[in-house]
């Protein structure tokens, strides 16, 4: 009867470190790359914050070569 106890024990424990793996790989699966762990709000909040880099970038060499 302790046996069973003990085996009933350790197949939870086995299942419930399977669950965590499983919810590790599915962070994987859906990365997509870079880009995958970010919200899609935060993407274009990046995406507006690189345009506006380019932008600055874009003027200040426009000023140092004396064109704006």
Do not use: C, H
């Amino acid at each position: 009867m302790a046996d069973a106890d003990e085996f009933d024990q350790l197949r939870e424990k086995s299942m419930r470190g399977s669950a965590l793996y499983d919810d590790v790989d599915g962070v994987d699966e859906s990365g997509g790359g870079f880009l995958g762990s970010f919200t899609p709000g935060q993407r274009l909040l990046l995406a507006l914050l690189v345009l506006a880099n380019v932008v600055v970038i874009t003027l200040v060499l426009l000023s140092v070569a004396g064109i704006f």
